[in-house]
Every structure is written in structure tokens, then in C-alpha cells.
């Protein structure tokens, strides 16, 4: 093991989350929150469409954050050496915002080959029962893929604004207290959600998905990030790192590869793209 305890491996497979492990000092994640309000003021407001997914191809901040050697030692623990970063979103709620993320399961509309993908969801600010922080429901990670309904909600975070179309009992869900720089992880199949934020600053959380090298994409082609180890695989692209913020050839080949993966994740529908007009989430 080199990070986790047996125990929190347990619980992973058991309970689908581990509730809380530190990642990175607090002093990081004040810095990398700083950089990406820096960013923000800079081009006029908060991150938008696209921007919110990937970013890590087009901050070297982000990009080292999701090569973290301690992040990635507790990955290691739950799936092994040979690790892809397959995709980053920002789940940003502003201040005094109705937005919200409703109960769902992330493999819903993803088109992974196997269920072994795991969420290290880092907050960038403290995440609380007062800004909206992330619930589960316990061991739902076993029940397997579960009926969604899209809503397309205008406040809903996701996507397409799914809901699970199960009856999701409230009273039973687990809330993540986290502090900047202190990250939950989470199976792909467990039930989860969070409120809006009432309170009067930011709560911002940057989610990592990762997987094993042995994971392919179903729907299409795909890229992905080599964080450790070696790909036997090479299912996914391999993505170079960005040298500077926005760099030119980086932020080209960002565009190709979220407009490819918001084909796989919008099929079925008539919406192509995040930043497309008919994509009501409150992503845009
Ligand atoms: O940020 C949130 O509250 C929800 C995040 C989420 O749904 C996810 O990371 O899969």
C-alpha cells in the first residue's frame, strides 16, 4: 500500500468512497485556486463550456496537479501502476448560486468498458454543508448501472442535467467535509449529488477521472493523460503536458478532444458540443 490504509481500500470496495484524504497542502490549493481566479479576472469571468473540461491540457498548474505523486499513490492503491488520466471537469458553484448537481452515476453516459474508474474529486476551497458539499449514497456503487432521465436543467451541473430514475433515499446519504487540498474519491457507479450554495464565496471543486490502462472508450476514438506506469493497452491517445497557460498548439488540440468527448457524452442527442446553445446545463 502507499497511501491508503487497507482499511480505506476496504471501504472503497465496500462503501464505493473514501471520504477524505490529503492530497495537497492547503497552501497549494490556496495557490491554485489564486492562478485560476488570476485566469479568470484576466479573461473576463468564470470558466466556461469547454474551459471547465480538460483544463488540465491547458494549465501547467492543473497538469501538476493531476500528476500529484501522493494523489497518484492512492490511485495506485485502488487500481494498480499503469494509470490514465482520462478527463478533468470543474464543478464550480458560485457564490449564492441555485446550481446544483442531482443524483446520478458518472458511468451513466461516459462509454467506458469497465466500472474500474475512480473520481479523486479536489476542493479548491472548503467544501461544506453550507456551499453545497458532495453527498453519496453508500454501497449504491453495487446496484450497477442504473435508468437515468435527462432534464437538461438549467441549473443542473451535469451534462445533461441526469437524474437517476430510482427512488434515491436522502436520509441515507454521506456528505464530504473537505478543506483546500484535501480530496474524496469516488466509484464510477456510486449515487451522488450535491445542493446549491447558498453561502457567500465559492465552493470550487476540481474532479480527476481516473482509470487503469487495461479501460478503453466504447463510443469512439479517445486521448487520455499517461500519469504512471506504462500503457500495455494504448486504447486512449496519449496527451502531451502544456508548457504555458493557453499555449497555442495546446489549446487547438484541447478543442479537437473535448469536442470529441462531448460527442460521446451528448449521443443520442441533438447537442455536439459543451459550448453548444442547446446544452442548458449550467456548465455554460
Ligand atoms: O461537485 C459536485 O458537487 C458533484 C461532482 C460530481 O458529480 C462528480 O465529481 O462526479
Redesign the pocket.
Known sequence: MKLLTQDQVEQYRRDGFVPKVRVMSVEQANEARALLEDYERRSGGPLRGNLRHKAHLLFPFLSEIVRGSRLLDAIEDLYGPDLLCWNT?F?I?EARNPAF?SW?Q?ATYWGLSSPDVV?A?IALTPSTMEN???GVIPGSHLQKQLPHRDTFDQNN??TRGQEVAVEVEPSKAVYFTLEPGEASL?HVLLV???PPNPSGDRRI?F?IRYIPTSVRQLHGEESATLVRGTDRYNYFGHEPAPQAEMEPRMVALHKEIAERNAKILYRGTNIHSYDDPAAKGAYR
Open positions: 471537469n464543478f458553484k448537481v446520478h458518472d473520481t474529486w453545497g458539499a458532495m451541473l451535469l469516488h451522488h449529488g450535491s471543486g474532479a
